[in-house]
């Protein structure tokens, strides 16, 4: 494993836990109520449920042992999700802080494009590799409910807009791993990450100029409608 893979993890696993900690933390899957006349948006459940598909297509089925560290992780991002998701649509709390009338992309349009897409063009022609090939193409475009989300709303708390910018890096972090390994490593072309990686940073570019540009002026993240 290269420096870049590691910290790219690192990357998308403090992503989670910092959407976990503003779950439990403040009881609420909302924003933080920041300016008047806004409403208070926060995460998307349609892009925690893409995830939850992502994790188990990739993870369950897929058995054969490569160390403890990635045994570790599989289990890690499954229960995470899982858990998000569980707070949002269950806890008794968090639950009324969900703002379901605003999250309304039809985040099932992008299930079976994705799916389709994996039996055409899969890794190897085998159910494990072509679940694992869906799981590329889904969490290139999962992203997708949460950005439409936040355009709805000028209400960006720092907790969510932090979560959106680390789960961005880490895929960036992982486009660095995939160079290094091509050069250093075995010289492998792997078309269908490297594309997929390269179409879902694409889809942070906004978001990362937006958010650097109000870090950089001290001001409130807006995204433009």
Same mark, same amino acid.
């Given at each position: 494993?290269?420096?870049?893979?590691?910290?790219?993890?690192?990357?998308?696993?403090?992503?989670?836990?910092?959407?976990?900690?503003?779950?439990?933390?403040?009881?609420?899957?909302?924003?933080?109520?920041?300016?008047?006349?806004?409403?208070?948006?926060?995460?998307?459940?349609?892009?925690?449920?893409?995830? @939850? #598909?992502?994790? $188990?297509?990739?993870?369950? %089925?897929?058995?054969?042992? *490569?160390?403890?560290?990635? &045994? /570790?992780?599989?289990?890690?991002?499954?229960?995470?999700?899982?858990?998000?998701?569980?707070?949002?649509?269950?806890?008794?709390?968090?639950?009324?802080?969900?703002?379901?009338?605003e999250?309304?992309?039809?985040?099932?349009?992008?299930i079976?494009?994705?799916? @389709? #897409?994996?039996? $055409?063009?899969?890794?190897? %022609?085998?159910?494990?590799? *072509?679940?694992?090939?869906? &799981? /590329?193409?889904?969490?290139?475009?999962?992203?997708?409910?949460?950005?439409?989300?936040?355009?709805?709303?000028?209400?960006?708390?720092?907790l969510?807009?932090?979560?959106?910018?680390?789960?961005?890096a880490?895929r960036?972090?992982?486009?660095?791993?995939?160079?290094?390994?091509?050069?250093?490593?075995?010289?492998?072309?792997?078309?269908?990450?490297?594309?997929?990686g390269?179409?879902?940073?694409?889809?942070?570019?906004?978001?990362?100029?937006?958010?650097?540009?109000?870090?950089?002026?001290?001001?409130?993240?807006?995204?433009?409608?």
């Amino acid at each position: 494993m290269n420096l870049f893979r590691l910290v790219g993890d690192m990357t998308h696993l403090l992503s989670i836990v910092v959407l976990l900690l503003k779950i439990r933390t403040t009881k609420s899957c909302a924003g933080k109520q920041v300016q008047k006349g806004f409403p208070e948006l926060g995460i998307s459940l349609k892009t925690q449920e893409l995830y @939850v #598909l992502v994790f $188990l297509s990739r993870y369950l %089925f897929f058995t054969r042992y *490569i160390s403890l560290y990635n &045994s /570790i992780m599989k289990l890690v991002f499954i229960g995470t999700s899982i858990a998000i998701v569980w707070y949002m649509r269950y806890h008794k709390v968090v639950k009324q802080t969900y703002n379901q009338d605003e999250d309304t992309f039809k985040h099932y349009f992008l299930i079976l494009p994705s799916f @389709v #897409l994996a039996l $055409l063009i899969p890794h190897a %022609f085998n159910s494990v590799e *072509i679940l694992w090939t869906f &799981s /590329i193409y889904l969490e290139a475009v999962a992203i997708l409910p949460q950005l439409v989300l936040l355009q709805r709303s000028r209400n960006i708390d720092n907790l969510t807009g932090n979560y959106v910018f680390l789960l961005g890096a880490y895929r960036a972090l992982y486009i660095l791993n995939w160079v290094y390994r091509f050069y250093v490593e075995d010289h492998k072309v792997r078309w269908i990450p490297w594309l997929s990686g390269l179409a879902q940073t694409a889809l942070y570019a906004d978001f990362f100029y937006y958010y650097i540009k109000s870090w950089k002026n001290r001001e409130l993240l807006k995204l433009p409608a």
